[in-house]
């Protein structure tokens, strides 16, 4: 069972349009992060974010923690070609040990 | 720092054979993770290691296994392997694991089951 949906599960844009990925759970999450991957390579972490509500910035990209830490969003504005990738959210419970759920991934690709 | 190494980077097995593969986490980090990724099932927890127990382990059958050193290098095995075995293997390391960790992920390694 797949704890944490993505949507959309694909997004083909033009360079220089605005984007946002959600990421929903029926289970609240204590924390979630956000990750890109490239083909061929791990994913990469972009951002850690903890509290419900909590918006956190890094240059062209917003993410929100959603009030409930059911859910987050990805908002990416003016995108470029280099913001190709899959976008995955990840989520961990409270309790300790971390077993990080991953979503369903959103393959985003921007056309120059 | 260097980052998470995993080898090797390809491999190709026949079904019914087993196979190893090889993290190095970040030099500091304790707490080592696998996950396997598929088009369809996406990325999906196998086990963490720490101080070279097992801690947390995730719903695949036990063909899979792992292990943990001393030194915090971590190998897993798949024993008897399957056609759907094929997937790109994923080792993440981190402090201590505790959440919320931030978890740093090696290049993987790419299975091919014929």
């Known amino acids: ?112 | 720092k260097a980052g998470v190494t995993q080898t090797p980077r390809y491999l190709i097995k026949t079904r019914g054979q087993q196979v190893t593969l090889s993290c190095s986490p970040i030099s500091g980090h304790r707490s080592v993770s696998w996950y396997q990724q598929t088009p369809g099932q996406g990325l999906q927890f196998l086990f963490e290691y720490f101080s070279e127990t097992q801690r947390n382990k995730g719903n695949f059958p036990g063909r899979f296994s792992g292990r943990q050193f001393s030194n915090s290098r971590s190998e897993m095995n798949v024993s008897t392997l399957e056609l759907g075995d094929s997937a790109l293997y994923l080792c993440a390391s981190s402090l201590d694991g505790t959440e919320p960790d931030e978890q740093y992920f090696g290049p993987g390694t790419r299975l091919t089951v014929t």
Do not use: M
């Not at chain 1, 069972?1 to 220089?16: A, K, M």
């Not at chain 1, 204590?30 to 918006?55: D, F």
């Open chain 1, 1 to 112: 069972t797949q704890l944490l949906e993505q949507s959309p599960q694909f997004l083909s844009i033009q360079e220089g349009e605005n984007l946002t990925v959600y990421c929903n759970s029926s289970s609240v999450f204590s924390s979630l992060q956000w990750y890109r991957q490239e083909p061929g390579e791990g994913p990469v972490l972009l951002v850690t974010v903890v509290t419900g509500g909590e918006v956190k910035k890094l240059k062209r990209l917003t993410f929100q923690f959603g009030d409930a830490r059911k859910d987050s969003s990805l908002h990416i504005t003016a995108a470029q070609p280099g913001d190709t990738g899959l976008y995955l959210c990840a989520g961990a419970r409270s309790g300790g040990y971390q077993k990080v759920t991953f979503g369903t991934g959103t393959k985003l690709q921007v056309i120059p």
